[in-house]
Each structure stands twice: as C-alpha cells, then as structure tokens.
C-alpha cells in the first residue's frame, strides 16, 4: 500500500507564500509523473503544477511564474513552492503520483489566501 502525506497548508495573506511538501511511503514501481492538482469548492479539480520522470515541468497558466514544483528522490518527496498567493489560489491542493501499477492521491491539504 502506497501513502502519500502531504504537509506545509494553511492560512496566508495575499502576496505571501507556502511550500507544500508530499512524503511518500510505500512501494512505487517507476513514477512516470508528479504532479499538484487543486479544488475549490464548485469547481473541477485543476492540474496546478506536473513534473515527468525526466524532469520536465508544466504550469498552469494561473499559476505560471508564481508556482515552483521539485522533487527530492532521496527522501521521497515532493514539493510546490507557492510565492505571491491570490485570494484565487484558495482551494484544496493534492499531490498525485502516477506509478506502472497504479496512481496515488495525497488526502488533501487547504490552502486559504485573505485579500
């Protein structure tokens, strides 16, 4: 079985920052993708932030030059550094990790930015 915790949400004010951190436990066989999705309520779930295998990024476009995904192989982690946050950018954030056999979801952390 596969866990994926995830830490670093909260409140912030507008223009201020967070690092989201997603610790992976259990046996994953080849993660092809990481990647950061977030939901506010009413709306669909959004692809925020990915990273490949060979470390290419993509940005949502709300998101792009505000947002910074990485990854540390060795401690089985992932990360979304999060600068200049937006009332907008309230919403429940996810890490998912895309393996061959299977993908796994964090449980979800809130991420709540005051104007």
């Known amino acids: 079985q596969v866990q994926l915790v995830e830490s670093g949400g909260g409140l912030v004010q507008a223009g201020g920052s967070l690092r989201l951190s997603c610790a992976a436990s259990?046996?994953?066989?080849?993660?092809?993708?990481m990647g950061w999705y977030r939901q506010a309520p009413g709306k669909q779930r959004e692809l925020v932030a990915g990273?490949?295998?060979?470390?290419?990024?993509n940005y949502a476009e709300s998101v792009k030059g505000r947002f910074t995904i990485s990854r540390d192989n060795a401690k089985n982690t992932g990360y979304l550094q999060m600068n200049s946050l937006k009332p907008e950018d309230t919403a429940v954030y996810y890490c998912?990790?895309?393996?061959?056999?299977?993908?796994?979801w964090g449980q979800g952390t809130q991420v709540t930015v005051s104007s």
């Open positions: 998912r990790l895309q393996g061959i056999t299977g993908s796994y």
């Open positions: 259990g046996t994953i066989f080849s993660i092809n993708f």
């Open positions: 990273m490949t295998t060979g470390g290419s990024t």
